[in-house]
Structure formats: structure tokens, C-alpha cells
């Protein structure tokens, strides 16, 4: 599914909440949400491509993936990683949800390069 739409918003989301991040945490589940709300006919296998893109660009643009332990700050950043291999980590993570919905706190938490100390 690439094609020039694909790329828009991937580059529209991926601002958003690279911008967003200055302000607050960004979910992953905020990331699937609107993949999803962008186009809801498409397939899983679609949404996915396209969250994973999204999160590939924020990566590239500095912010950083991390987990909260038992829900609360602060967080714990992933060892530094190669930007395939945080990708890769996620689509593991998103796989051990075995097709369920994507809820607060599953996967990670990305956060911009001010919250990095």
C-alpha cells in the first residue's frame, strides 16, 4: 500500500505527534487510533504498515520509546537502539497482543528529546 496518500500521512500524523510530544507522551495506541480514524476501510495488515511508518518517522526525528513499569513515571527508555531494531521490538511487543486492541499503555510510549535529560 505505497502510494502518495500513504506518504502524506504519514508525514501529517508523524508531525502531529512529533509536535505533540513537546507538550506530553506520546502513546502508541494514539498512533494506531488514528491510523485507523485516517482510513478505516483499510485492512489490519494496512493499518499496521502504515502505524509502523508513522513510528519510524518519529524515531527518526528524535523521539524515543519507552515503557512504564506498573503504569507509572518515570519511564524507562529502551536501551539505545538502531531505528530497525526499535521498529522491530514494537512489531514484537503489538504481536504478543494476539490481534487484540491496542489499549493504553500496550507496546510503548514515545517521548520527545526534551524528556530525554
Known amino acids: 500500500m505505497k502510494t502518495r496518500a500513504v506518504d502524506v500521512i504519514v508525514q501529517r500524523l508523524c508531525g502531529e505527534f512529533t509536535g ?40 527518526d526525528r528524535g523521539l524515543r520509546a519507552f515503557t512504564f513499569v506498573g503504569g507509572k513515571p518515570p519511564p524507562i527508555f529502551w536501551k539505545p537502539l538502531t531505528t530497525d531494531e526499535t521498529i522491530d521490538r514494537i512489531r514484537k511487543e503489538w504481536g504478543l497482543l494476539h490481534g487484540k486492541s491496542v489499549g493504553l499503555g500496550d507496546v510503548c510510549w514515545f517521548a520527545g528529546p526534551a524528556d530525554l535529560g
Not at 44 to 57: F, N, Q, Y
Request: glycine share 4%; aromatic share 10%.
Open 20 to 59: 505533540a510530544a513537546k507538550i506530553d507522551y506520546i502513546g502508541f495506541w494514539e498512533i494506531v487510533a488514528a491510523v485507523a480514524k485516517w482510513n478505516p476501510q483499510a485492512t489490519g495488515s494496512e493499518c499496521a504498515d502504515v502505524t509502523l511508518a508513522v513510528s519510524r518517522c518519529m524515531i
